[in-house]
């Protein structure tokens, strides 16, 4: 009997430990059960097979993208859409970090209290939109013609992206079997979205920021009388223009983009001012778009003795730019000096309706003031009157600036074209980038011609 007794009391011992742990456990899953999802050490999430429970991705037009079906990851089946958007989607190993493959991996597994993961068994998919517009990557990766760089354009009011591309690319569908082992430099950077992570030597993109620095701390930069004899003479070496413009004004010199000039104003500005004016419009420091720290770009003056403080006047020197940070400062151009962040993730809802991921009211910075901005935005109105041409860019009204990055004697200049459109109703910043493509005006420039055209019939 008394054996039964003690037997008893063992196993209520025993149901109560296990209630108990039962009682943690749950508590702790409730508590921690993303986290433990989401861990490194699951291997459903982490391994190969992680993008099987992946949900669908589309553009800000409904357009599939990418999708799981039986296991197996899908995408659009144009072959150029599918390279136009590989470094936004990112790939199934994670190699392009910056994709929402991995930035977004919590959201497309939706991750939910009741089902866990995603499964097809809980029938609550999610999808995730961008806002971007698929088949105007497309039209930009075309333009690129085959050339490394990157393409960017977006709504400077909303900051939506509606164009992100970079370039050199792969088809995901097709990957190449050398693009880890070719030694050509044929996938050089086709991990890296250039337009987040890409950093370049700006050249004469640059001289909107001289402009800027000339603008906020000489009075009479307006009205000046300037000559270019095809070269300025600095204290300690000579700064070499493309060609002897002559007398000219500011916004003359602006127009040609006249290195003398633009040598001599930066070293009357003095780097102090200069290096400080790059940093308020945001240049030199890192942002965050959909998750991504965007690379930070370098203005460092403190050391430039005269001729090179007139070289970095004109974007050379040791001047590093990435591509997105200047499309955000086009945009406070146009809009009033305040930037609107730029992000292309729109969001990411389960099919039962859950919102995983809603983005925010983007945040928004002062970069400029009143004064200096409507001063900048009609110096770049008047080179593209001037001297591109409006007739490359039939009814956009565009504000910009070419940039030819001289990157050593060996190889040819990065491109480079940055602006905007004046037109109230079509509020669009842009960047392009061409690695070694030559001149801005003859290589980026019709990138973004191209690009804005057929944007313009549909936007
Ligand atoms: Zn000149």
Redesign the pocket.
């Known amino acids: 009997m008394r054996i039964t007794i003690n037997r008893s009391k063992m196993l209520y011992l025993l149901v109560l430990a296990f209630m108990g742990g039962l009682c943690i456990l749950l508590v702790s899953l409730f508590v921690n059960g993303k986290t433990y999802a989401m861990h490194t050490a699951n291997r459903h999430l982490h391994g190969a097979s992680a993008v099987d429970s992946f949900g669908s991705i589309e553009d800000r037009n409904g357009l599939l993208l990418a999708d799981t079906k039986n296991g197996k990851r899908v995408y659009n089946n144009d072959s150029t859409i599918r390279r136009a958007m590989l470094q936004t989607i990112g790939d199934t190993s994670f190699f392009i970090s910056s994709g929402v493959h991995n930035t977004f991996k919590s959201e497309l597994t939706g991750f939910n209290m009741i089902w866990g993961i995603n499964t097809a068994a809980s029938g609550a998919k999610s999808n995730l939109k961008l806002t971007l517009d698929a088949k105007l990557c497309k039209t930009a990766l075309n333009a690129l013609e085959g050339q490394k760089g990157a393409v960017g354009v977006y709504n400077y009011k909303t900051g939506e992206i509606i164009v992100m591309v970079s370039s050199p690319t792969y088809d995901i569908q097709n990957k190449p079997y050398d693009i880890d082992t070719d030694k050509t430099g044929t996938y050089d950077g086709v991990y890296l979205n250039k337009l987040l992570s890409g950093l370049y030597v700006p050249g004469s993109v640059f001289k909107t920021v001289t402009a800027a620095a000339a603008i906020d701390n000489i009075p009479d930069i307006l009205t000046r009388k300037f000559n ?1 004899s ?1 070269q300025y003479k600095a204290a300690d070496g000579i700064i070499k ?5 002559g007398n000219l004004n500011f916004e003359q ?1 602006l127009n ?1 983009s ?4 633009f040598a001599q104003v930066a070293i009357e500005v003095g780097a102090e001012k200069l290096q400080k004016t790059a940093q308020q419009l945001g240049l030199t420091e890192s942002f965050t778009v959909d998750r991504v720290n965007t690379a930070k770009g370098s203005v460092e003056l403190s050391e430039a003795g005269q001729a090179s403080l007139g070289w970095a006047g004109i974007g050379q020197y040791t001047l590093v730019l990435n591509p997105v940070s200047i499309m955000r400062y086009m945009g406070a151009i146009a809009n009033d000096g305040k930037a609107v962040n730029p992000f292309f993730v729109d969001k990411v809802v389960q099919t039962d309706g859950t919102v995983l991921y809603k983005s925010g009211s983007p945040d928004t910075k002062k970069l400029l003031n009143v004064t200096t901005t409507n001063t900048l935005k009609s110096l770049m109105r008047s080179n593209v009157k001037n001297n591109y041409g409006d007739s490359r860019f039939k009814g956009l009204e565009l504000c910009a600036k070419t940039g030819t990055a001289e990157v050593g004697e060996e190889k040819s200049p990065h491109a480079w074209f940055a602006g905007f459109s004046q037109r109230d109703d079509f509020p669009y910043a842009f960047v392009c980038v061409v690695e070694n493509g030559g001149s801005g005006i003859g290589t980026a420039a019709p990138v973004i011609a191209r690009v804005l055209k057929e944007m313009d019939k549909t936007y």
């Open positions: 270019c095809g223009c493309m060609k002897e413009h010199a040609v006249c290195n003398s000039v």
